[in-house]
């Protein structure tokens, strides 16, 4: 995909930097260096690094072609510029002369200074970046990694569940650093994982805070740092007799229920969408003035939490071997939000939930 990209634009080199998904992606070396891997228009690659992860970067990288800025005059430009940021721009420029370039591609998150610099010698183009479009079709080692993950978050809700009908008087605070905890044992990474409560759950992305009311959601979305990849996971949890969100939530179960017997291989995104705006306007919850379903269906997810496809007012063809969330939810502020999120893998003919555990769920 990057070398028909190349082609299509007339361009000689395609440039990822580092500190990004699509650096790991591309190159299967990670590291908080500053690093560049440079795609050559004939198939060539080549991975530019720091020394100190040189050795590093032959062991696991699988990019055949590694060179050090060292090697490759660091020093002497820094003698001869006294700016590092420049010093690195020098190498970079050397090696796409190198290469014959005249016109390179850059994605829209390339740093800017550096971007500056190439202009200065070269035509540069910014352009979507291709790692995205690849990574939105998982391989078949993604998909295990992705399971393997869910598996381990459904684990630690069992247990939490489990807790929350020993304890009165829960707080949102505990319910946080009781999954965070857990999670962490089984060597998986959550951050701001949401369990809010009342009227402030009518804010999709508040963490939450204070004494648990009449219901809790908890949205964990949890990274291993062994693999890069993530999971996502929603549930709404009645604590007590709420009418109002009881309701919410049945409509909210029902949408996904519908969303996800649509998904397959070649379905669009935007009409996914469309069913769950359908369905909950069936139960009589309209969208306006910031309140109702205020966000799209889902995304998809692998070493990024949010990454392509997106499910919402856009087409989008989904295609086998994609993993998006579903997660349809309704906010009112007058009473509170609920939402419900699954993992769910896209095949040929059907698709198959990742992270399956019961919807509607009660403590009561």
Do not use: W
């Not at 029902?254 to 969408?273: T, Y």
Request: charged share 30%.
């Amino acid at each position: 995909m990057v070398i028909e990209l190349l082609r299509e634009k007339n361009a000689e080199f395609f440039i990822q930097h580092s500190g990004n998904a699509n650096f790991f992606y591309a190159t299967k070396f990670r590291s908080s260096s500053t690093m560049f891997y440079l795609i050559g228009v004939d198939g060539t690659e080549l991975l530019i690094l720091p020394e100190m992860e040189l050795g590093r970067a032959v062991r696991e990288s699988k990019v055949k072609e590694i060179a050090s800025f060292e090697k490759l005059g660091y020093e002497e430009k820094m003698k001869e510029l006294g700016n590092p940021r420049k010093a690195l721009a020098e190498i970079l420029v050397d090696r796409l002369k190198e290469g014959r370039a005249n016109k390179v591609l850059i994605p829209a998150d390339f740093p800017a200074f550096l971007a500056f610099e190439l202009q200065r010698n070269f035509e540069v183009e910014v352009v979507e970046n291709p790692f995205l479009k690849l990574r939105a079709v998982k391989r078949a080692d993604e998909i295990a990694k992705i399971k393997q993950n869910c598996s381990i978050l459904l684990r630690v809700f069992e247990k939490f569940v489990n807790r929350l009908n020993l304890r009165k008087n829960l707080t949102c605070e505990f319910a946080r650093n009781f999954i965070e905890r857990e999670l962490f044992f089984f060597g998986l990474i959550a951050e701001d994982t949401i369990c809010s409560t009342g009227k402030l759950s009518a804010d999709p992305h508040e963490l939450g805070k204070g004494r648990v009311e009449d219901h809790l959601l908890v949205d964990v979305f949890p990274k291993n740092p062994s693999t890069g990849y993530y999971a996502d996971f929603t549930r709404t949890i009645l604590i007590r007799k709420n009418s109002e969100i009881e309701v919410m939530l049945k409509a909210v179960i029902e949408a996904q229920k519908k969303a996800i017997s649509m998904l397959r291989e070649g379905v669009n995104g935007r009409d996914v969408h469309n069913a769950v705006k359908d369905c909950l306007k069936s139960y009589g919850y309209e969208t306006k003035g910031g309140e109702g379903f205020i966000h799209s269906t889902g995304h998809g997810i692998g070493l990024e939490v949010h990454e392509e496809p997106r499910i919402g007012d856009i087409d989008v063809e989904l295609k086998s071997g994609m993993v998006v969330t579903i997660e349809p939810g309704l906010y009112y502020k007058k009473v509170g939000g609920v939402r419900v999120e699954d993992v769910v893998l896209i095949r040929k003919n059907d698709c198959e939930i990742l992270t399956p555990y019961e919807s509607f769920l009660g403590v009561m």
